[in-house]
């Protein structure tokens, strides 16, 4: 066996060990660091989280070329920095934030975690929101992202150049914006100025904006153009399809050929209804979990439809055949209201025996929505580990108010497995805790505290309407307080990192699809 130093030397020799182009940043390096360079995207991480090691590679990639151009990409590690990450609000791993060249009012990173996406975000963030472009710049700028949005308006047309100035502004983490005032590239675009053309990598490629020079008609304009007629879900476009505000319908598809099958197949539909549904395929081998989610069973190819404002869901039935025509049949019932959505739910339990209730779908409005009660309701996942961890203090809890008649009158423990039921909250990570006070049941309160018997009673007594009080009290016997002292330490250190790694549960859970992958669960 070689000693580990020559391996090390041999390594560095063929190129295989380089240097990091990611500086690793610590409380005393991190503020000179941003001061001195303009823009800095930062990471804040921990070494045991799993979407941090998936982005590490594209981090280091993104980093590489970014350099150049004299973009920096840092790292904190938020074991050991704990004081800096704190001071940054950093809630989960890992939290991604640009920095402009002061530690005041960095922005969060919304790009997507891999390589390309952080290089093409990190460059928009360095341009003007609207590049002055001329007949040099013009071409290349047309394929530089995958939606590029020019104006063309006259040197003199202030209003114009404000207006656009207007719309690129809080769109310019999203597409590229660009503008000239050479009458001689809006006439080769066929653009009577003041005039608007977006530039894309889909469908076709060039879509000319016929509307008046208005910035919410732009807007509306750039935000439809830059979702192809059919796309795709995936984890870069996920969330953008959810925060569309427009339904989606997900095709499921099993390879290439089903799935250019129904992109060619559903266009005219999907041209027709543009603006109002959104179509996109989605690969059924790598997110097939997701079709449970849209309460269909995992059989292919499959259809649905979800709303995405109010969560609801209209699968296709699937012991009916899936054609073209029966898609085209079913959303448009689905567009004429004529299809009501499906509710997934466990069996109503016929009684509540245990002093934690189980709340189910179809019996959610009679307990949770019970405005006699304050109502602690727990959205877990039946796989989730925190979720299991947290089941015994629960039932403790539970037990508080359920064993004693007059508390049980006003207090309910509940518990819902959010993957077999659809509950109208928005869930992003288990277990979520949320309290429905008696009488204030559409303003439910998160609950964000610690994991102990004792910080639920106090967040109850504190938050509920009922203000019921079940703390149980202390028995002062010098020996059980010296235990209970010898206990409280590590129970309060466990309960604190729990709730560090449940944020950054939710967090990771909530932004990519890779998530799903490793939850079996959530896209
Ligand atoms: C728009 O106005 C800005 C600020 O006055 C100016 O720098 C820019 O050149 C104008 N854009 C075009 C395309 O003329
Ligand atoms: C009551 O709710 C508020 C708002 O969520 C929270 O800040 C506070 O800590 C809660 N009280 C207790 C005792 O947990």
Redo the contacts with the bound molecule.
């Keep these: 066996m070689l000693p580990k130093q020559v391996l090390i030397s041999l390594m560095v020799a063929a190129g295989v060990v380089s240097a990091s182009d990611v500086h690793q940043l610590k409380e005393d390096s991190f503020d000179d660091f941003i001061a001195k360079n303009p823009l800095v995207l930062a990471e804040f991480y921990a070494p045991w989280c799993g979407h941090c090691k998936a982005l590490a590679p594209e981090y280091e990639t993104a980093a590489t070329e970014l350099k150049a151009k004299g973009i920096s990409l840092v790292k904190v590690d938020c074991t050991e920095e704990s004081g800096l990450c704190q001071k940054h609000g950093v809630e989960g791993y890992p939290t991604l934030k640009v920095f402009k060249g002061t530690t005041d009012n960095p922005s969060a990173y919304s790009g997507q975690r891999k390589a390309d996406a952080i290089v093409s975000y990190m460059v928009k963030q360095s341009l003007p929101a609207v590049s002055v472009l001329t007949k040099d710049t013009l071409e290349e700028f047309k394929t530089a992202d995958q939606v590029v949005v020019v104006a063309y308006f006259k040197a003199d047309d202030k209003k114009s150049n404000e207006t656009f100035a207007a719309v690129a502004e809080p769109l310019r983490d999203n597409y590229l914006f660009g503008a000239t005032s050479d009458p001689a590239l809006a006439e080769a675009a066929g653009v009577t100025a003041p005039g608007v053309v977006v530039y894309r990598k889909f469908d076709e490629p060039v879509v000319v904006y016929d509307g008046a020079f208005e910035a919410d008609a732009i807007t509306a304009f750039a935000k439809t153009s830059a979702v192809p007629l059919i796309g795709e879900v995936g984890p870069e476009t996920y969330s953008g399809y959810m925060s569309a505000g427009l339904p989606l319908a997900y095709i499921f598809v099993e390879g290439a050929d089903d799935k250019a099958k129904y992109s060619d197949g559903l266009k005219e539909l999907a041209k027709k209804h543009k603006g109002k549904i959104n179509f996109a395929t989605i690969d059924a081998v790598a997110f097939g979990a997701h079709a449970q989610n849209l309460n269909l069973e995992q059989k292919w190819p499959a259809f649905a439809i979800q709303e995405t404002v109010k969560n609801t869901k209209f699968p296709f039935d699937q012991t009916k055949e899936l054609t073209i025509e029966s898609i085209t049949s079913f959303v448009e019932d689905f567009a004429a209201g004529k299809i009501e959505p499906s509710i997934k739910s466990e069996p109503k339990p016929e009684k509540q025996e245990g002093p934690v209730h189980v709340v189910v779908a179809h019996n959610y409005n009679e307990i949770v929505l019970d405005e006699e009660k304050d109502v602690l309701v727990e959205f877990y996942a039946h796989w989730c580990g925190h979720c299991k961890a947290l089941a015994p203090k629960y039932e403790e809890l539970g037990k508080l108010y359920f064993d004693n008649p007059e508390f049980a009158k006003k207090v309910v423990i509940a518990k819902v497995d959010a993957t077999l039921n659809d509950v109208p909250d928005e869930i992003q990570g288990f277990p979520t805790i949320k309290?429905f006070p008696a009488g204030k049941k559409s303003t439910p309160?998160?609950?964000?505290?610690g994991r102990t018997v004792e910080?639920f009673v106090?967040?109850i007594?504190?938050?509920g309407s009922h203000h019921v009080d079940a703390s149980v009290e202390k028995k002062d016997e010098p020996a059980a307080s010296a235990e209970t002292l010898g206990e409280a330490a590590p129970a309060a250190t466990d309960a604190a990192e729990e709730t560090a790694s449940k944020s950054a549960e939710k967090k990771e859970s909530s932004t990519s699809t890779e998530a799903a992958a490793e939850t079996h669960d959530e896209l």
């Design positions: 309290l309160i998160d609950y964000q505290g910080d106090k967040f007594k504190e938050n």
